[in-house]
C-alpha cells in the first residue's frame, strides 16, 4: 500500500510537468507569430517610377517599380509589381504583372498589350496600335498581386492581419465541415485509412511520393508531345486526380492526427469523432499557416493524401513474408 502511494503523486508530478511544458511552447509559439506579423508589416515599400528616355534598342524590364517610357523602345516593355507608362514608343510588347498599363496621349505601342491583375488605358478615343495587336486583359488581385511581385518572400511569410486570421478560420470550418461529410459517408473506408497512417505511415509516404512524381512526369510529357485534345483530357484528368486524392487524404490526415491528439493532450471529447476532426483540421491549418514552413506542410499533405488514396480503400498486407 505504502509503494501504490507513493507512485500517485510522481505521476501527477509529472503530467502537470508536461502540460506546464507544452503551454510554454505555444506561447512561445504565439510570440514568435506575433513578433513575424508585426515585422512583415512594417515592409512597406514605396512607389517608385523608373523613367526611360531616349532610344533603348532592348527590353524594357521593372521589378517592384514603375516604369514611364518617354523615349522610344526597339522590343518591348514588362514590369512585375508596377505600371507601365507609356508616353513614347515602344515597338513591340507591353505587359505587366499586378499593375496597369497606361498609354498616354500621342503615344504608341506596336505590340500586344498583356496586362495580369491591372487594366489597360488609353488617354487617346482611338490608341496608336498595330491594327493586328492583341489585348489580354485580366483586372482582378491587383493588390495582391503588385505585393506579391514586389516582395515575393511574403508568400511565404503571410500577414497576421485580422482579415487574414479571418480567413484561416473559415478554412478551418470548411474542412471541417468536409470532414464530417466524409466521415458520415464513407466511415469504414476512413477507418481503414486512419489505421493505415498509424501503422505505415513511411510506406504510405513512399507511395504517395512516387506517385506525385509519376503524375507529374506524365503530365508534362502530354503536354510536350501529345496533340491538344490529349493534352486537355489527360489536364482534366490530372486534376480529377488531384482534387479527389486531396479531399480524401486531407480527411484521413485530419482525423488521424485528432485521435492522436486526444489520445496525448485532449481531456475532453475522447469519443467525440467531431471533436477529433476539429482538432486534426485546426492542427494542420495552423502548420500550414506558419511563416515558411507552410510550402514544406503542403508538399508533405499533397504526398500522404496521394497516398492515401491509392491504399487506404484496400486491404494490403504489408507484412514481409519470411524466407
Same mark, same amino acid.
Given at each position: ?163 487574414? +486570421? &479571418? =480567413?484561416?478560420?473559415? @478554412?478551418? *470550418? ?7 461529410? #466524409?466521415? $458520415? %459517408? ?92 476539429? +482538432? &486534426? =483540421?485546426?492542427?494542420? @491549418?495552423? *502548420? ?7 510550402? #514544406?506542410? $503542403? %508538399? ?24
Amino acid at each position: 500500500m505504502v509503494h501504490s502511494r507513493s507512485q500517485v503523486p510522481s505521476l501527477t508530478i509529472q503530467s502537470s510537468s508536461t502540460k506546464l511544458k507544452w503551454s510554454r511552447i505555444v506561447a512561445l509559439l504565439v510570440w514568435a507569430l506575433l513578433l513575424l506579423g508585426v515585422a512583415s508589416a512594417q515592409n512597406a515599400t514605396d512607389e517608385k517610377v523608373v523613367v526611360i528616355d531616349g532610344t533603348n534598342y532592348g527590353t524594357v524590364f521593372g521589378v517592384g517599380n514603375s516604369i514611364r517610357i518617354t523615349g522610344t523602345v526597339k522590343q518591348g516593355a514588362m514590369s512585375f509589381g508596377g505600371d507601365v507608362i507609356v508616353e513614347g514608343v515602344v515597338e513591340g510588347d507591353v505587359a505587366t504583372i499586378g499593375g496597369s498599363v497606361i498609354q498616354r496621349s500621342g503615344s504608341r505601342i506596336g505590340g500586344d498589350v498583356i496586362v495580369l491583375g491591372g487594366t489597360y488605358r488609353a488617354d487617346d478615343a482611338i490608341a496608336t496600335r498595330n491594327p493586328s495587336a492583341k489585348t489580354m486583359m485580366y483586372a482582378g488581385y491587383e493588390q495582391e498581386l503588385r505585393d506579391m511581385m514586389r516582395n515575393p518572400t511574403g508568400l511565404f511569410s503571410p500577414r497576421w492581419t485580422p482579415s487574414y +486570421l &479571418g =480567413t484561416r478560420l473559415l @478554412v478551418v *470550418l470548411f474542412w471541417f465541415i468536409v470532414s464530417l461529410a #466524409f466521415t $458520415a %459517408a464513407m466511415p469504414g473506408t476512413i477507418s481503414r485509412g486512419v489505421a493505415r497512417l498509424q501503422t505505415t505511415s513511411v510506406r504510405v509516404a513512399a507511395i504517395g511520393l512516387i506517385s506525385v512524381v509519376v503524375l507529374f512526369a506524365s503530365v508534362l510529357l502530354c503536354f510536350w508531345f501529345m496533340p491538344e485534345p490529349v493534352r486537355v483530357l489527360v489536364g482534366l484528368l490530372a486534376l480529377l486526380l488531384w482534387l479527389v486524392a486531396g479531399l480524401f487524404g486531407r480527411v484521413i490526415l485530419y482525423a488521424a492526427t485528432g485521435r492522436w491528439l486526444q489520445r496525448k493532450y485532449a481531456r475532453f471529447g475522447k469519443n467525440s469523432e467531431a471533436v477529433a476532426l476539429l +482538432l &486534426g =483540421t485546426g492542427f494542420w @491549418v495552423l *502548420l500550414t499557416s506558419l511563416p515558411y514552413v507552410w510550402p #514544406f506542410m $503542403a %508538399a508533405f499533405i499533397l504526398i500522404i493524401s496521394f497516398g492515401l488514396a491509392l491504399t487506404a480503400r484496400y486491404r494490403v498486407n504489408w507484412r514481409v513474408s519470411p524466407g
